[in-house]
């Protein structure tokens, strides 16, 4: 039996997120079109016959500005600590440099890393794929440099037995039917999160912040009842949240309704308010309520 710890790092927007869910097979982190949309470290685990797999999602490595994003770029940086395996996912469609940004943190790490070029298939012409990969063959002594696409799922087979090829021996971490190690109010929270980001624009999607207040099943007629709070920065937020006759959160709410139901298999009752928490981005005590542990 192999497992072990493998850390998913890079740029934002690199795909992370859609590749921990394509290996996974399972939806677990959010995912959108715009940068920086994860906040957390978060954990997918992946069973395969002989092997168990964690990979762990990380926030885009990006300059830090504020506490929130001191927080970020730390748990993205610490993700190369103790962990078996790092990958790094660079966006094949659009490289960028291979800088300390993005190397500094490997240099932390002194088992096996991997390069992942993530979505080539949107990589045209496709000989380019080719002078990507001695790039960054030349940039830093990868293991592997590995095209892929979480999107089509372009090579992310091979990628899995590449990984399982060098975990330790070792039992399971966590029990085979096992997908995460987060709580289920993590995911409610991340999921009502996504729908902001698809349905709101410019700076509100990274204004806000949910927490779940209350997580219960009900009977008469059965469901599982869900309080949130989303928590904006200034009164002109709350106001775009919430829409003309509340339509803007009517919309937020059925679409990540729809969502958890068919996660949980349950019909679920959602009720949503917003409350403003000036600066809390900026906020250690408000950061550490919503989840987000700054540690020195």
């Known amino acids: 039996m192999r497992a072990g710890f493998v850390s998913l790092i890079g740029r934002p927007n690199?795909?992370?997120?859609?590749?921990?869910?394509?290996?996974?097979?399972?939806?677990?982190?959010?995912?959108?079109?715009?940068?920086?949309?994860?906040?957390?470290?978060?954990?997918?685990?992946?069973?395969?016959?002989?092997a168990q797999i964690v990979f762990v999602d990380t926030p885009g490595l990006h300059p830090a500005r504020g506490k929130l994003s001191e927080f970020m770029a730390k748990t993205a940086e610490r993700a190369v600590e103790d962990v078996d395996l790092v990958c790094l996912v660079v966006d094949g469609?659009?490289?960028?440099?291979?800088?300390?940004?993005?190397?500094?943190?490997?240099r932390r790490h002194h088992g096996p890393v991997f390069c992942v070029l993530n979505k080539v298939d949107r990589v045209t012409p496709k000989s380019r794929v080719l002078r990507l990969i001695e790039t960054w063959s030349r940039a830093h002594p990868f293991r592997e440099v590995v095209p892929t696409s979480a999107t089509d799922g372009t090579n992310c087979d091979r990628l899995l037995d590449l990984v399982v090829s060098l975990l330790p021996e070792h039992p399971p971490f966590f029990p085979e039917d096992a997908t995460s190690d987060q709580p289920e109010t993590f995911w409610v929270a991340e999921v009502i999160r996504e729908k902001i980001f698809h349905l709101t624009h410019q700076e509100v999607p990274y204004a806000t912040a949910v927490r779940v207040d209350e997580l219960v099943e009900r009977t008469g007629p059965e469901c599982l009842y869900i309080g949130a709070t989303i928590f904006v920065e200034h009164d002109s937020q709350r106001g775009i949240l919430i829409g003309r006759g509340g339509g803007m959160l009517r919309r937020?709410?059925?679409?990540?309704?729809?969502?958890?139901?068919?996660?949980?298999?349950?019909?679920?009752?959602?009720?949503?308010?917003?409350?403003?928490?000036?600066?809390?981005?900026?906020?250690?005590?408000?950061?550490?309520?919503?989840g987000f542990l700054l540690t020195s």
């Open 252 to 290: 937020i709410g059925t679409a990540a309704r729809l969502e958890l139901e068919a996660f949980f298999g349950i019909k679920v009752f959602l009720s949503l308010a917003v409350q403003v928490r000036r600066n809390w981005r900026k906020d250690a005590r408000a950061l550490r309520e919503f």
């Open 93 to 106: 469609a659009e490289p960028g440099d291979a800088d300390q940004l993005v190397l500094g943190p490997l």
């Open 14 to 50: 690199a795909g992370k997120s859609t590749l921990l869910n394509r290996l996974v097979g399972q939806k677990l982190a959010i995912v959108s079109a715009r940068p920086q949309t994860t906040r957390n470290r978060i954990t997918g685990i992946r069973n395969l016959p002989g």
